[in-house]
């Protein structure tokens, strides 16, 4: 008997987990928008020494996030690149086997 390997898509939950970190995405973008937005609110009559290490602090963090941002595209992007190929390899197995 010969053992074959096998792998199994499913393509739909390839589109729920792209979905996914898609809204993963927004949701972070979003709270921090939102985040800053109140600090900057707060932070608008610091001035100093104050306002210079918030805004050594608030770099730093908007580059955090945006790497963890582009992690999360990059997930998501590497997701739908393997469902395009898992299908473009089902179509050419599919023709294969019809002879076509």
């Known amino acids: 008997m010969v053992d074959f390997d096998v792998t199994k898509v499913n393509y739909g939950g390839l589109d729920v987990g792209e979905g996914a970190f898609q809204a993963a995405f927004n949701s972070l973008v ?34 955090e996030a945006k790497g ?11 997701i739908n690149i393997t469902r395009m190929n898992m299908q473009d390899v089902e179509r050419i ?3 294969m086997f019809d002879g076509k």
């Open 93 to 95: 197995n599919t023709a």
């Open 68 to 78: 963890l941002a582009d992690i999360v595209a990059l997930l998501a992007k590497n």
């Open 30 to 63: 979003g709270e921090l928008e939102d985040l800053e937005n109140k600090l900057n609110q707060k932070t608008a009559l610091w001035q100093g020494s104050a306002q210079e290490a918030y805004n050594v602090t608030r770099a730093t963090w908007q580059a």
